[in-house]
């Protein structure tokens, strides 16, 4: 499936996360449209990662003792537990909070960690490095118990024993939905219920973040034009956030309109005879406004329509409702065909959801649907 396709489907990515929203503010709207969200999720396909019935808090364990009981194929991240010094803690209760969430990489999944890794050869090597194996497996647990259902599109709330935060993605595989923790492991069991909390499955190891979002816009191919004026513009010079949310446009959406360089894109909007790093030359302004200051996954954007700062000082719109919708009545983006003739203009930019969520260390990369301005973008 290409970009463009992407962009103009209504996936099962959107109908969770509008309903998960509906769900988090419920206490705060009209019956109505709480029956909507039923709806929603009535028609929804069913989970592929289903419980595992036979811990379904009938035996009585704990998550250290369920790991103990199933070694075969958990051994290795029991071991790392234990190295960790983290299993006792997980046979107990949290006395902070309600429960623990355990994300359990399998054997396998630690061996192809140990496989990819530039650092470890072996497992005998990684359980000797002590720090990382204590830092490695808090990263892998919540400090509250949290089921599946309570998963965002985003970040989850709830942070980990590390104090990071860890995002879930949905993704559809014909009739079932799967869901990945950080865009990259699978959860292939949910909600196994032990009496001091919930373990769900993942076929990977779980890996912070390493890269700033500047450094990771600059690695992809896909997002050059915009990471190469953000380099000109050294718009990261002297920013005073520590956290900050990137809007990023692939690059066929500026070859959709005319710009196939960052050249042309200087060409279009540039102020003649200003550096590219003076705030004031529209090159600048046009590149930071893709900065919003804090760290906002789509599961943050506030209820309602909100403005929010960007690195150019101008304010960027957010209307959160049954979708989400930036900076809505700037510019007319398109028209939308029904399959009955009726047309709607579209005076809005949206998430590409399959490509937003992106973890950094400085907060989330989000790719949208246009080209992204404060006022009307110039015309070729």
Request: hydrophobic share 35%.
């Amino acid at each position: 499936m290409n970009f463009i396709t992407i962009l103009k489907m209504i996936t099962i990515r959107e109908v969770k996360y509008r309903s998960r929203r509906l769900f988090e503010i419920q206490k705060g709207m009209k019956f109505t449209l709480l029956i909507s969200v039923v709806m929603i999720l009535t028609a929804m396909p069913s989970c592929q990662t289903e419980p595992d019935s036979q811990w379904n808090g009938e035996g009585g364990f704990t998550i250290c003792q369920y790991l103990d009981l199933n070694q075969t194929e958990y051994s290795k991240f029991y071991s790392l537990l234990a190295e960790g010094k983290l299993n006792t803690t997980l046979c107990g209760y949290n006395p902070y909070g309600d429960g623990y969430t355990l994300f359990l990489p399998t054997n396998d999944a630690i061996d192809r960690f140990i496989s990819e890794s530039p650092v470890y050869d072996n497992f005998e090597e990684l359980l000797q490095d002590t720090s990382f194996t204590k830092s490695i497996v808090r990263y892998h647990v919540l400090k509250r118990k949290v089921h599946t259902d309570e998963f965002p599109f985003g970040a989850i709330t709830d942070s980990t024993l590390t104090g990071d935060r860890l995002t879930a993605y949905f993704s559809s595989d014909g009739d079932n939905q799967l869901i990945k923790i950080n865009n990259s492991a699978p959860v292939i069991k949910s909600n196994i219920d032990m009496t001091n909390g919930y373990i769900h499955t993942v076929s990977e190891v779980l890996q912070k973040a390493e890269i700033r979002g500047y450094d990771w816009l600059q690695q992809q191919n896909d997002y050059s034009i915009l990471a190469q004026a953000m380099e000109l513009t050294e718009v990261t010079k002297g920013m005073w956030w520590s956290k900050y949310t990137i809007l990023a446009e692939h690059d066929s959406i500026f070859h959709r309109n005319g710009i196939y360089t960052v050249e042309d894109l200087i060409g279009r909007i540039a102020t003649p005879g200003m550096s590219y790093s003076n705030k004031n030359n529209a090159f600048y302004m046009f590149t930071g406004y893709h900065i919003v200051g804090g760290e906002y996954y789509l599961n943050e954007w506030k209820w309602g329509s909100k403005k929010y700062v960007t690195l150019n000082s101008k304010q960027l719109t957010i209307n959160v409702g049954m979708d989400i919708r930036i900076n809505p009545g700037i510019d007319t983006y398109g028209i939308s065909i029904s399959g009955s003739g009726d047309t709607t203009v579209i005076g809005h930019i949206s998430p590409v959801w399959d490509y937003s969520n992106i973890m950094t260390l400085t907060g989330p990369v989000h790719s949208i649907s246009e080209l992204l301005f404060y006022e009307p973008f110039p015309k070729q």
